[in-house]
């Protein structure tokens, strides 16, 4: 068993809330110069889902963080080159396994060597390869180039899901190996290429042994959360537990004790030096972000639960099919399943902290339906009914 060194610094439960506030960029001034390749690069992931209500999850937590960025810059800043100057320009971004699928900054590459490893040798998947695919796959994109799952053979063989045909399971096999990458999307489609191509040569190696990668993600964690337990540190990146205490005490993080944590945490030493301070964002924040990523780390941070109810049956959902909690003033002060119909954002329900939560959930609302070009927001269900008239009056003002 791993002895822990003794903790070096004490933080109350507010300060360790707005040290991870300012670690995720939503506290103080977002550094609009970096643009959403500087939100990547900060958070060092940044999930894909393919649900999309006002936006996909990748658009919305650029969003979050830096207001509203043109909805197709945010796509080019992930999966377009660093400059233009041909195809052999370097990508900025990859697609791989980390928390959930996420994009990740292309330099980040040689870390996932250990995940890569543990893919081939991975006994068991819950998808059969049929004899030959994966070499008819790799052999159509060395003849051929960057290509679509539709467009190798076919993504599906029925309509379900599930359902993959056999090049998509060769090629999707090929991605978690490394021999394929996904460093572009078309539309909503990943196109695959292989690694030897798209990946920088600087870049394209396996030469880190596992330790040497998983100090580097630990790392990474640690400076994108701020300050966490271990159990916060291995879910940001998905590790093991054993594979945390193995390298942190050599990752660079310091220990430190949270009032209210009942567990050890580390912080970024970075984040110990000045005290967190600055404008507090007020936004709708994905229910994929990674600031309420962990459940358990939210209600500890936040006091507030946070559960995706997308793949809740309807009878069962309590907040909606895409809630998204609000942030204002450091707190989760509610939160709103939102619709669009037409060029009207519609609040399908919403809940609210109290009285005090209106002005921000409104402001969160507008400055939203701005975003998606809508100019209007309609409320639907509102969990506490006294609260309507007022959030409905605020809206009008704003909107007005």
């Given at each position: 068993?791993?002895?822990?060194?003794?903790?070096?610094?004490?933080?109350?439960?507010?300060?360790?809330?707005?040290?991870?506030?300012?670690?995720?960029?939503?506290?103080?001034?977002?550094?609009?110069?970096?643009?959403?390749?500087?939100?990547?690069?900060?958070?060092?992931?940044?999930?894909?889902?393919?649900?999309?209500?006002?936006?996909?999850?990748?658009?919305?937590?650029?969003?979050?963080?830096?207001?509203?960025?043109?909805?197709?810059?945010?796509?080019?800043?992930?999966?377009?080159?660093?400059?233009?100057?041909?195809?052999?320009?370097?990508?900025?971004?990859?697609?791989?396994?980390?928390?959930?699928?996420?994009?990740?900054?292309?330099?980040?590459?040689?870390?996932?060597?250990?995940?890569?490893?543990?893919?081939?040798?991975?006994?068991?998947?819950?998808?059969?390869?049929?004899?030959?695919?994966?070499?008819?796959?790799?052999?159509?994109?060395?003849?051929?180039?960057?290509?679509?799952?539709?467009?190798?053979?076919?993504?599906?063989?029925?309509?379900?899901?599930?359902?993959?045909?056999?090049?998509?399971?060769?090629?999707?096999?090929?991605?978690?190996?490394?021999?394929?990458?996904?460093?572009?999307?078309?539309?909503?489609?990943?196109?695959?290429?292989?690694?030897?191509?798209?990946?920088?040569?600087?870049?394209?190696?396996?030469?880190?042994?596992?330790?040497?990668?998983?100090?580097?993600?630990?790392?990474?964690?640690?400076?994108?959360?701020?300050?966490?337990?271990?159990?916060?540190?291995?879910?940001?990146?998905?590790?093991?537990?054993?594979?945390?205490?193995?390298?942190?005490?050599?990752?660079?993080?310091?220990?430190?004790?949270?009032?209210?944590?009942?567990?050890p945490a580390w912080a970024d030493p970075a984040a110990l030096e000045t005290p967190p301070r600055g404008r507090h964002r007020t936004t709708l924040l994905s229910p994929f972000d990674s600031l309420v990523w962990e459940r358990a780390r939210t209600e500890r941070i936040f006091g507030f639960t946070h559960r995706l109810e997308a793949y809740v049956p309807r009878p069962k959902r309590v907040h909606g099919y895409y809630a998204m909690p609000v942030l204002a003033g450091g707190r989760l002060v509610g939160r709103v399943d939102p619709a669009r119909e037409g060029r009207?954002?519609?609040?399908?329900?919403?809940?609210?902290?109290?009285?005090?939560?209106?002005?921000?959930?409104?402001?969160?609302?507008?400055?939203?339906?701005?975003?998606?070009?809508?100019?209007?927001?309609?409320?639907?269900?509102?969990?506490?009914?006294?609260?309507?008239?007022?959030?409905?009056?605020?809206?009008?003002?704003?909107?007005?």
């Amino acid at each position: 068993m791993t002895t822990l060194p003794r903790p070096v610094t004490e933080l109350s439960a507010d300060e360790a809330r707005r040290i991870a506030l300012r670690a995720q960029g939503l506290l103080g001034s977002p550094d609009r110069r970096a643009g959403v390749r500087g939100v990547l690069r900060h958070l060092g992931a940044v999930q894909l889902d393919t649900i999309s209500v006002l936006a996909r999850s990748h658009e919305l937590v650029p969003y979050a963080r830096l207001g509203a960025v043109g909805r197709r810059a945010v796509d080019g800043a992930y999966w377009g080159p660093v400059s233009a100057d041909g195809p052999a320009a370097r990508p900025h971004a990859f697609e791989y396994w980390s928390h959930a699928a996420c994009i990740l900054p292309i330099e980040e590459w040689p870390h996932f060597a250990f995940r890569r490893r543990a893919y081939r040798a991975r006994p068991h998947w819950n998808h059969d390869l049929p004899d030959g695919a994966y070499e008819q796959v790799v052999k159509q994109l060395r003849a051929e180039g960057p290509l679509t799952a539709t467009e190798l053979g076919g993504a599906k063989r029925t309509s379900e899901w599930w359902d993959w045909s056999g090049a998509k399971v060769a090629v999707e096999r090929a991605l978690m190996y490394g021999e394929v990458v996904c460093v572009e999307r078309r539309g909503w489609k990943r196109v695959y290429d292989l690694a030897e191509r798209a990946v920088p040569d600087d870049l394209l190696h396996d030469r880190l042994d596992d330790a040497e990668c998983l100090r580097r993600l630990v790392t990474l964690a640690g400076r994108a959360l701020g300050v966490g337990t271990r159990s916060d540190i291995a879910d940001y990146h998905r590790l093991k537990a054993e594979q945390v205490d193995a390298v942190i005490a050599d990752s660079g993080l310091v220990p430190v004790t949270v009032a209210g944590w009942s567990r050890p945490a580390w912080a970024d030493p970075a984040a110990l030096e000045t005290p967190p301070r600055g404008r507090h964002r007020t936004t709708l924040l994905s229910p994929f972000d990674s600031l309420v990523w962990e459940r358990a780390r939210t209600e500890r941070i936040f006091g507030f639960t946070h559960r995706l109810e997308a793949y809740v049956p309807r009878p069962k959902r309590v907040h909606g099919y895409y809630a998204m909690p609000v942030l204002a003033g450091g707190r989760l002060v509610g939160r709103v399943d939102p619709a669009r119909e037409g060029r009207t954002l519609v609040a399908r329900q919403l809940t609210l902290d109290g009285r005090k939560a209106v002005p921000a959930v409104a402001q969160a609302l507008v400055e939203a339906a701005g975003w998606v070009d809508c100019t209007d927001v309609r409320l639907e269900r509102v969990d506490a009914p006294e609260l309507r008239e007022p959030l409905a009056a605020e809206l009008a003002r704003l909107l007005a």
